[in-house]
């Protein structure tokens, strides 16, 4: 092939960027004097998906990634369209018309369901749906309504840890971020008093990372209580405490919180281990959770005892983990919310790679590991897709020219790197009146005017 290898990425969040990152630098390619010419596409005006729009407000130190995103967009191989949705403004046989491979790095943005009764009642929420709000979101309704003295948070992963944070700080600890002002208006007017954290597991099983547990502590007026009947560790415990450093310093953070006194603060933050939700309770509205006490088999896994315990709360919120969505033109593994793939190759539904079609991050993965960790799974795909790099289909239409001509025909809005950068600058714009380094753009709409604008960087 004499021309660049073109390749359409779905997705600029953090797994689609480092798969472009990787094929820029990829050494078979250009030990046979192969370039690539990669274009990332987006859903949204904005890139870094997660990263802008998953992680907590005050969490300056993994929003440091957009550094490292931005000099990845940045390289002259990589071209940024956002504002472009697959499935709604492109189809497959569009991107494969256009590119000789396409990945998708769609991410999961749903919520994984629990069924138990009572999940639906007004007062209880997904995870996702939280978090799109305080991260000011553009597809979600700026309006929320914190309510309730004592509220429920179902999960122990590090999701469940942020809301649970969130829920708890006061709203003028996050006047220094990015959060707009009716996220703020909406976190200063709750009246929270005590957040409840329930795991199904034992504190060995907590899948949230120390970095996050630790930070439950260093609220001001903020207490973390673990209740001593909590903390129990069986031989599998005990094992995965051996086997693993993460777990074990977990197991002596949440140890040391329930040997200590208390401290009498204002607001409650607790930890409750071995308690499996059952109901949410209520008739019109959330009243209450009912959790079952586990205990553990001894192989780190637990059962029930049929002990149940009532818990008084005005709402529910659940991180029992995140789904992806499905692909217009592909096959959809709905239980596990991913694409079927073998080292990243798409499978139709006979379980053969379909041409020129890969996956990577969370959509093909599901929602595990933490944002660094997207990488290795990059490599994987994109090791598949230069290994096939002469058996792909090429493209009809290789020209970058001719697939920006192809969304002004349609009339795509779309918002280019350049654009971007406006959003970012006038974002700073703002911050810096109100004496932040940035404060948010929600809107769709005049982020994509921004964008748009003739105006200069």
């Given at each position: 092939m004499t021309r660049p290898l073109r390749v359409g990425i779905v997705g600029a969040?953090?797994?689609?960027?480092?798969?472009?990152?990787?094929?820029?630098?990829?050494?078979?390619?250009?030990?046979?004097?192969?370039?690539?010419?990669?274009?990332?596409?987006?859903?949204?005006?904005?890139?870094?998906?997660?990263?802008?729009?998953?992680?907590?407000?005050?969490?300056?130190r993994i929003k440091q990634i957009q550094k490292a995103l931005h000099k990845i967009l940045d390289k002259p191989e990589v071209t940024f369209y956002g504002n472009v949705e697959y499935g709604i403004d492109l189809k497959l046989e569009d991107l494969r018309r256009h590119y000789d491979a396409v990945v998708f790095a769609t991410g999961s943005d749903r919520d994984r369901p629990l069924d138990i009764p009572g999940?639906?009642?007004p007062g209880s929420h997904g995870a996702a749906d939280f978090v799109f709000w305080y991260d000011s979101h553009p597809d979600v309704s700026p309006s929320w309504h914190v309510e309730g003295t004592s509220?429920?948070?179902?999960?122990?992963?590090?999701?469940?840890?942020?809301?649970?944070?969130?829920?708890?700080k006061?709203?003028?600890?996050?006047?220094?971020?990015?959060?707009?002002?009716?996220?703020?208006?909406?976190?200063?007017?709750?009246?929270?008093?005590?957040?409840?954290?329930?795991?199904?597991?034992?504190?060995?099983q907590c899948k949230a990372t120390p970095m996050e547990l630790r930070e439950l502590d260093k609220q001001p007026g903020v207490?973390?209580?673990?209740?001593?009947?909590?903390?129990?560790?069986?031989e599998g415990s005990i094992q995965a405490c051996e086997a693993s450093n993460q777990t074990k310093t977990n197991v002596k953070i949440l140890q040391s919180w329930a040997l200590r006194d208390e401290r009498g603060e204002s607001k409650r933050l607790h930890l409750h281990f071995l308690h499996n939700p059952t109901a949410v309770l209520g008739k019109d509205r959330v009243t209450g959770l009912r959790t079952?006490?586990?205990?553990?088999?001894?192989d780190g896994?637990?059962?029930?005892?049929?002990?149940?315990?009532?818990?008084?709360?005005?709402?529910?919120?659940?991180?029992?983990?995140?789904l992806g969505s499905p692909l217009a033109g592909l096959p959809f593994d709905e239980e596990h919310g991913v694409v079927p793939h073998s080292e990243g190759r798409v499978l139709d539904l006979d379980e053969q790679p379909i041409d020129g079609v890969y996956a990577t991050g969370w959509i093909k993965r599901g929602p595990v590991g933490l944002i660094g960790h997207t990488k290795g799974d990059a490599l994987e795909t994109i090791t598949s897709l230069v290994a096939d790099?002469?058996?792909?289909?090429?493209?009809?239409?290789?020209?970058?020219?001719?697939?920006?001509?192809?969304?002004?025909?349609?009339?795509?809005?779309?918002?280019?790197?350049e654009g971007w950068q406006r959003i970012e600058a006038r974002e700073e714009e703002l911050g810096a009146e109100r004496g932040r380094k940035r404060l948010k753009i929600r809107s769709r709409e005049e982020q994509t005017q921004i964008a748009r604008s003739t105006t200069s960087v």
């Open positions: 969040g953090p797994a689609g960027i480092y798969a472009a990152d990787l094929l820029t630098k990829d050494e078979t390619l250009s030990a046979c004097g192969t370039s690539v010419s990669i274009d990332v596409l987006d859903k949204l005006p904005s890139p870094y998906g997660l990263v802008r729009y998953g992680v907590a407000p005050d969490h300056p999940i639906d009642l509220v429920a948070v179902i999960g122990a992963g590090n999701v469940a840890v942020d809301i649970a944070r969130i829920l708890a006061d709203a003028d600890d996050l006047l220094q971020t990015d959060i707009t002002d009716n996220v703020y208006d909406g976190l200063r007017a709750k009246q929270i008093t005590d957040v409840h954290i329930f795991a199904r597991r034992g504190i060995a207490e973390v209580v673990v209740d001593p009947e909590d903390f129990d560790m069986d079952e006490r586990m205990e553990l088999t001894g896994g637990v059962k029930g005892t049929g002990e149940y315990v009532d818990h008084e709360v005005q709402a529910v919120y659940r991180a029992i983990g995140y790099r002469e058996s792909l289909t090429p493209a009809v239409e290789p020209d970058p020219l001719a697939f920006r001509s192809l969304l002004t025909e349609r009339g795509v809005e779309y918002t280019t790197w």
